[in-house]
């Protein structure tokens, strides 16, 4: 992964963005923002699922009224989301929102945005330049042959232009696009002419599987080169489903601390002595329940599946009708198949409590012999998948030859 591209820093309310701070996770609200209650609600789930800011639209009076009742409720902070009305951006700014999003693509004229910047600067409320592929301005779309990358990045700049002339800097840019590589190329061009802080996304991504992968594809590509400082999956499904994914992804890519659970199984393969799928889906659904922040391993079989997970926190490995409890890759407990995932959940819940070291003191007396037994008794009838053994005799031939 290439070193973080530097960029100011700005602060969304208690969260700050770009500089040295964390890659933050946003997602937005789908119900009607006067409805305060129920919007408090998602905004609760999205927080608990990983989101760092939340936006909600301010689509109408109602809406900014809402806001004056929801953001002093909020555990994060509130961005409101702005088009065509430059009056309902000066509406959720007295409503106290900490963050606004513009689109440059419909609120077009020059005096409305610099109102909005001068009211957002005495109130130090960031403005995020929010360019989108589908709403670009029409004349700029015209000049460029479409919402190119060089057409998206001269919106923003057009805008940035108008903020920062009434003295107003700070500000987060996006230069969002369905298409991934469009969108990413888009970033690139930006980047490479601006330091303020970036928000990624691909915009009107769509539902699972296709929204997510063209998400990650996008997001990750970036943030990979070292260009993002905050970011969202724009995914046509419930939106606590889009903050996971965002969480998810900056852990998968060691951007942010784990939080929650990191569940990995192998695929299964014709060596599986259980029903792989289903042992770790329910294993996912207990352990996700108490939201433990370990790594947990659910291997087909023992032949291969502790030395393969052998990282992992705690996992669990069948064979001969039983299952293979390992912490760090050591047997601990063998217990029956059926009843793997309960074991699986009680030894998880001990560890995250007492730590790996007093877990692996308490291994049951035998464990580790049962288990070599089962997994020599399995490379007997099946045969060595990985033939280690074999391996090692040619591997130590040649460097005594040698
Ligand atoms: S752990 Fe065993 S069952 Fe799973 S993929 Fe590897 S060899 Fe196949």
Not at 107 to 112: G, V, Y
Not at 166 to 175: A, C, E, L, Q, Y
Not at 338 to 345: G, P, S
């Amino acid at each position: 992964m290439h070193p973080r591209r530097v960029t100011r820093q700005i602060h969304v309310g208690t969260v700050a963005v770009g500089g040295d701070a964390p890659v933050s996770v946003q997602s937005m609200t789908t119900t009607k923002t006067a409805d305060v209650d129920g919007t408090l609600t998602q905004v609760y789930a999205l927080a608990g699922a990983g989101a760092d800011i939340v936006r909600i639209t301010c689509n109408d009076v109602e809406a900014a009224q809402g806001l004056a009742e929801i953001v002093p409720r909020s555990p994060v902070p509130i961005v409101a989301d702005i088009h065509f009305q430059h009056r309902l951006a000066l509406a959720a700014l007295e409503a106290g929102v900490q963050g606004l999003r513009l689109n440059p693509g419909n609120i077009r004229k020059e005096e409305h945005i610099k109102t909005v910047a001068r009211e957002a600067g005495e109130r130090g409320v960031p403005i995020r330049v929010g360019v989108n592929g589908g709403s670009l301005d029409r004349d700029l779309e015209a000049k460029h042959g479409g919402a190119t990358p060089a057409a998206l990045v001269e919106s923003a700049k057009t805008e940035i232009r108008y903020l920062e002339e009434v003295g107003f800097t700070d500000i987060k840019i996006s230069v969002k696009h369905s298409n991934v590589p469009t969108m990413v190329e888009s970033y690139r061009l930006l980047s490479a002419t601006v330091d303020y802080p970036l928000h990624l996304g691909v915009t009107e991504a769509g539902p699972l599987p296709g929204g997510l992968i063209k998400s990650v594809a996008g997001i990750a590509t970036l943030l990979n080169e070292g260009i993002g400082d905050t970011i969202r999956f724009s995914l046509t499904a419930d939106p606590v489903e889009e903050a996971k994914a965002g969480r998810q992804l900056l852990e998968y890519l060691g951007l942010r601390e784990r939080k929650g659970l990191d569940l990995i199984a192998c695929p299964s393969c014709g060596r599986a002595e259980v029903d792989v799928i289903d042992v770790a889906r329910r294993a996912q659904e207990a352990l996700e329940a108490e939201n433990l922040p370990i790594q947990v391993a659910v291997m087909g079989c023992v032949v291969n599946g502790p030395g393969e997970a052998g990282s992992a926190d705690i996992g669990i490995a069948a064979g001969r009708n039983k299952g293979h409890l390992f912490i760090k890759g050591q047997v601990v407990r063998v217990v029956p198949e059926d009843e793997m995932v309960e074991a699986l959940l009680e030894e998880a819940r001990r560890l995250v409590d007492e730590g790996v070291e007093a877990r692996l003191a308490a291994a049951d007396v035998g464990a580790a012999e049962i288990a070599a037994a089962d997994r020599a008794q399995l490379i007997e009838i099946k045969g060595d998948a990985n033939r280690a053994a074999e391996r090692r005799r040619r591997v130590a031939g040649v460097a005594e030859d040698s």
